[in-house]
Structures are given as structure tokens and as C-alpha cells.
């Protein structure tokens, strides 16, 4: 058997699927044996018994179990086998695309993030402008708060609140509240 087919997946399924049919055989011809040894030694009285039925039936039992043991044993091989294939596919095959997969579902939920975060500093943002803009009688719920008396200008609503510099009109955007540098 050449050891490098083992790392291939047509190799170990191969070697794996032997393994299994050579321990499921063997399970089955303990089986039998067990079976067979049991009633022979059952009927098998051996001299100095004192309750011959008894101590046939408890002899054969002491006897049979060993082999139904190793028909439990090689049982459990041929599970442990396809255990072997199973535990391959899924730790060495299957793990690069499982990476991709999770890689891609990271950067979905890293771009949605992204996404929710600039929609909410946008929204942030517009309702800071609409608020500003927005005359204190016009604001909707708002509770009504004194003005210190040199940001009220009675002629003109508009100037209720210091503009931005060069402005002579209501501000449109949050970007028109800071002055704009000169080497901008």
C-alpha cells in the first residue's frame, strides 16, 4: 500500500472501507463462535460439578462473554473506521471551503455594518440640519425655551442663530456651520 494514497480521498475511502468489511466479518465469526463455544458448554457437564445444570450454564457464560467482547471490539473498529473517513472529509477537505464561506459571511456583515453606520451618521446628520433650520415656532413637540436676547433679531427669523461665516442665509447643509479653511 503505497502511504501517500491515504491523503488522497479516493485512498482513504478505499483503506477505511477494507478496514470496516475485514472488522465486520470478524465481529460476525465472534459472534458465531460465542454462540457455538456457549451451547457446547452448556451440554458439557465436566466431573465434580455439584448442580451440573447450573454450573454448565455459569461456565459457558464466563467463557462466551470473552468472545462476545471481541465481537463488541471489532464492532466498534469498523465504527471507528468510518469515523476515520468522516473525521478526514470533514477536518481536511471540507476546511478550505468552510473557511471561504466564513470569510465571505465576515466581510457581508462587516460591509452591512459599514453600510448601517454611514446611513445613520447620514440620518444623524440630516436631522441636525432640519432641526437648525427649522424656526422655533415651526418645530414640531418642542418645548418652548427663552432665547438670550443677542441671537433674537425681530426683523428677520433667520437670525435667531449665528450663522456660519460669509453666510447670509440659512444654512442648507451641517458643512455650512464650520468656516472653510483657506487651503481647502
Do not use: C
Not at 478496514?19 to 465486520?24: K, Y
Not at 424656526?135 to 432665547?147: D, F, I, N
Not at 435667531?160 to 483657506?182: C, H, K, L, V
Amino acid at each position: 500500500m503505497d502511504i501517500n494514497s491515504l491523503f488522497t480521498d479516493q485512498g482513504l475511502r478505499a483503506f477505511t472501507a477494507t478496514v470496516r468489511d475485514q472488522h465486520v466479518r470478524d465481529a460476525q465469526q465472534y459472534g458465531q463462535i460465542a454462540d457455538i463455544v456457549r451451547r457446547r458448554l452448556e451440554q458439557t457437564p465436566v466431573e465434580g460439578d455439584r448442580w451440573v445444570w447450573a454450573a454448565k450454564k455459569i461456565r459457558a457464560w464466563k467463557v462466551s462473554r470473552q468472545l462476545k467482547a471481541m465481537q463488541k471490539a471489532s464492532g466498534e473498529a469498523a465504527s471507528k473506521a468510518e469515523a476515520l473517513y468522516a473525521t478526514y472529509v470533514n477536518e481536511v477537505l471540507a476546511l478550505p471551503k468552510r473557511r471561504e464561506t466564513a470569510a465571505a459571511k465576515k466581510l457581508e456583515r462587516k460591509s452591512g455594518r459599514q453600510a448601517a453606520v454611514g446611513a445613520a451618521v447620514a440620518g444623524s446628520l440630516n436631522r441636525t440640519v432640519t432641526a437648525l433650520n427649522t424656526p422655533q415656532e415651526q418645530m414640531l413637540g418642542a418645548v418652548p425655551q427663552a432665547r438670550p436676547a443677542e441671537f433674537l433679531a425681530p426683523d428677520n427669523p433667520w437670525q435667531q442663530w449665528p450663522m456660519a461665516a460669509g453666510g447670509e442665509r440659512p444654512t442648507s447643509t451641517i458643512n455650512d456651520y464650520f468656516p472653510q479653511g483657506e487651503g481647502r
